[in-house]
């Protein structure tokens, strides 16, 4: 039985707006956002507009276009949060560790020697200095 993409996952509402996110970009074919439960500062997702469950149903031309967003989106992130590099995460289907079933790409600043979470800020500040680093690219 082939998995079929649930129109009503938070994703997809993040995208009607039905329900709040912290947007730190956005184009006609993708959304990036920041993650409410973040795993450093600065950890933003990176989705396509299309409704595709993960990277097994995405069209060729989505992926392209996705990742050409991904690739800004972790350059502003390292560039906003000082980082020393980024970890860049994927998961397709639940033995992976997917829980949502939209494509999406985690993008995590890094910095050498520490652990994640290293000192508080709000999301809406986190948003900031990637926007703000987008603009400078």
Known sequence: MKNTYNNNNIFAKILRKEIPSIRVYEDNNTLAFLDKTPKAHGHTLVIPRKAYRNLFDADPETLAYLIQTVQKIAKAVKTAFLADGITLMQFNE????????????????????????????????????????LQNL
């Open 94 to 133: 639940a033995a992976s560790g997917q829980t949502i079933y939209h494509l999406h790409f985690h993008i995590i600043p890094r910095l050498a020697d520490l652990p994640l979470i290293t000192d508080p800020i709000t999301l809406e500040e986190a948003a900031q200095k990637i926007r703000l680093a």
